[in-house]
């Protein structure tokens, strides 16, 4: 069992092989287990009233594409990544439509995307897993035009204080895939500082549940706009 690593001091310590084979085994039952996070997940982001017509969208760990079909269903294209070719397979499946174009690729080497053609990237619960949000932030506003946005939607730091990170469970064996503690401040900071200025934040838990120590936020969601200046 693997449980939340301290925050990595550099990117080098990714273990992109063990995501990937966690994901590999995952990709089975992804959409059909209990999952409240991800439900949830798919639900901000269709109450985001996130601008999607006529844009040009580049999704971050796409998965099994539970919200690229979402995304596609209004965008003008929908590049959508992720780092898991089993995932990326039931992705396909899901929404064949040609404006879709999904890529293998790790997040945390250069993205196959021009600069400054991008209206909307979107990441959904995958940052967790990447140490260096930097770089994330980094090419987010490399590829966004001015006045783009970046929607991001993660387990809320909160959780993880609470040792909480994705992981599934197949006949009685619990996967802890690897993950790195993000506090609200390290998501903030970088973007800011790749030009980044943050529109909205959200907290959330599932309805009806009343926010405490026991159950503190599942799902922190926050959009920023790359400055047109
Ligand atoms: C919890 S799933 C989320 C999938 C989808 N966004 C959703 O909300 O259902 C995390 C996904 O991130 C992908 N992933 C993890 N690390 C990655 C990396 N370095 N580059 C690209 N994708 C990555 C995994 O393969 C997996 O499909």
Known sequence: MKRLKTKAKSANVQNTGSVRQAYKAWSEIYDSNDNATRDLDAVLL?????????AHVVELGAGTGKNTRYLASRAHHVTAMDLTPAMLDRARLRVPDSHVSFVEHDLTQ????????????VGNLVLE???D???VMQEAARVLRAGGTLYLSELHPFRQLQSKQARFTIDGETTFVD????????YIRPALANGFVLREMT???ED???????????ILTLRFELNAS
Request: proline share 8%; charged share 20%.
């Open 110 to 121: 250069s993205w196959p995307v021009d600069n400054n053609c991008v209206d909307l990237v």
């Open 133 to 135: 949000l930097g770089f």
């Open 129 to 131: 897993h990447i140490a």
């Open 203 to 205: 907290e959330a838990l």
């Open 46 to 54: 269709r109450a985001a009233d996130l601008v999607l017509e006529h």
């Open 208 to 218: 009806n549940l009343p926010v405490n120590v026991e159950n503190p936020p599942r």
């Open 179 to 186: 993950a790195f503690l993000h506090t609200t401040s390290d």
